[in-house]
């Protein structure tokens, strides 16, 4: 590994955590990217997560000493981030999957704008996802690309959660955290499965934690079949479920449940994510995020009809007879309701 102490160096020293669950096929591209940044003084930590493929002799065949490699049983992404965690010594902590890579100068940038300004905790770049999850360490990508990327993604992070509030939603990889302000928050909640890294974040930030941004592409993602994010990404699952309610626990926590916060929350659970239930037939899905909602509002927000009719269909009846109008429109006209509506074309 590379390890120099930061008294002996004018840089501090940037920890690499790498989680690694049956990551054979895509492990030496994700390490190489982290072993090649243009910033040196990095130590890479890879945590086997009880992989059952040949991950573990691959890492220990291709680099050797160059980096430390700790297995445990599996645990789940979360446990093996925070086993890695617990293992670094560097000043700032850097967290990658084991399936996507960083672009060369991610950690050099990310320290610089640290250095510029002291008072950040946080420093996260923009994310890529080529439209070919197969890409090698040979592949390039257009800079027109990778510039539009940056236009888009650093607009839209900061609309997915929480908009008007400047909370970003991020990927694992795009943040550079300062290490003992991550620790002091606790690490990652080993308790969720899906959205972990947002709800780190916005977590984080709702306590205090001061985050900036570079308009950069840091990580290039790769949404490959064995890992689809919309798989996992169901307003159905449970686990799903588990990370909506701890991010509105920690905002109403906080004191953040006001204002933009709310109105959002508001609108989420009910018109996105209960609505989509109804459509779908998961009346009981449905029910608990109004359920949530009503904790945090007795009045739903919608239209006068619809706060008509939950007056007297109750909240999951009206919310149903508006999922069978829905139905119906995108029966006759697909992609003008879809448009109206926000509900993504399928795949």
């Not at 670094?88 to 940038?109: I, S, W």
């Not at 009045?299 to 706060?307: S, T, Y």
């Given at each position: 590994m590379t390890t120099e102490s930061s008294a002996a160096s004018d840089t501090p020293l940037v920890s690499v955590v790498?989680?690694?669950?049956?990551?054979?096929?895509?492990?030496?591209?994700?390490?190489?990217?982290?072993?090649?940044?243009?910033?040196?003084?990095?130590?890479?930590?890879?945590?086997?997560?009880?992989?059952?493929?040949?991950?573990?002799?691959?890492?220990?065949?291709?680099?050797?000493?160059?980096?430390?490699?700790?297995?445990?049983?599996?645990?789940?992404?979360?446990?093996?981030?925070?086993?890695?965690?617990?293992?670094?010594?560097?000043?700032?902590?850097?967290?990658?999957?084991?399936?996507?890579?960083?672009?060369?100068?991610?950690?050099?940038?990310?320290?610089?704008?640290?250095?510029?300004?002291p008072d950040a905790d946080i420093v996260f770049t923009a994310m890529h996802e080529p439209r070919d999850y197969d890409f090698t360490e040979t592949t390039t990508f257009p800079e027109e690309d990778l510039a539009q990327t940056v236009e888009r993604i650093m607009e839209r992070t900061y609309e997915l959660v929480f908009p008007g509030t400047g909370m970003p939603a991020l990927e694992t990889s795009q943040p550079?955290?300062?290490?003992?302000?991550?620790?002091?928050?606790?690490?990652?909640?080993?308790?969720l499965t899906v959205v972990e890294d947002t709800e780190l974040v916005c977590r984080m930030v709702m306590r205090g934690v001061r985050i900036r941004h570079i308009p950069m592409v840091g990580v290039i993602y790769r949404d490959h079949p064995g890992d689809r994010v919309t798989n996992r990404m169901r307003f159905d699952n449970e686990a799903y479920f588990r990370s909506v309610l701890k991010m509105i626990k920690v905002a109403r926590e906080c004191g953040w449940m006001h204002g933009a916060v709310q109105n959002f929350s508001m609108r989420y659970l009910v018109w996105i994510a209960g609505l989509e239930?109804?459509?779908?037939?998961?009346?009981?899905?449905?029910?608990?995020?109004?359920?949530?909602?009503?904790?945090?509002?007795?009045?739903?927000?919608?239209?006068?009809?619809?706060?008509?009719?939950?007056?007297?269909?109750?909240?999951?009846?009206?919310?149903?007879?508006?999922?069978?109008?829905?139905?119906?429109?995108?029966?006759?006209?697909?992609?003008?309701?879809?448009?109206?509506?926000?509900?993504?074309?399928?795949?």
């Open positions: 790498v989680p690694c669950y049956n990551g054979a096929e895509y492990i030496r591209h994700a390490v190489r990217s982290a072993l090649g940044q243009t910033y040196s003084n990095i130590e890479v930590i890879v945590v086997d997560d009880g992989s059952v493929d040949d991950s573990r002799a691959i890492l220990e065949t291709t680099f050797g000493d160059k980096i430390a490699i700790v297995s445990i049983p599996n645990g789940g992404p979360s446990a093996a981030r925070n086993v890695g965690l617990r293992m670094t010594q560097g000043e700032y902590v850097q967290f990658l999957d084991a399936d996507n890579v960083l672009t060369p100068t991610k950690v050099a940038r990310s320290v610089e704008a640290f250095a510029a300004e550079l955290f300062r290490r003992d302000r991550l620790l002091e928050h606790g690490g990652w909640d080993e308790a239930c109804v459509r779908q037939g998961k009346r009981d899905h449905a029910r608990r995020y109004l359920e949530v909602a009503r904790e945090i509002s007795p009045a739903l927000p919608g239209p006068l009809p619809f706060r008509a009719a939950v007056r007297v269909l109750g909240p999951l009846g009206a919310l149903s007879v508006v999922g069978v109008l829905v139905n119906l429109a995108l029966r006759i006209a697909p992609h003008r309701t879809r448009a109206a509506l926000g509900i993504p074309e399928p795949d």
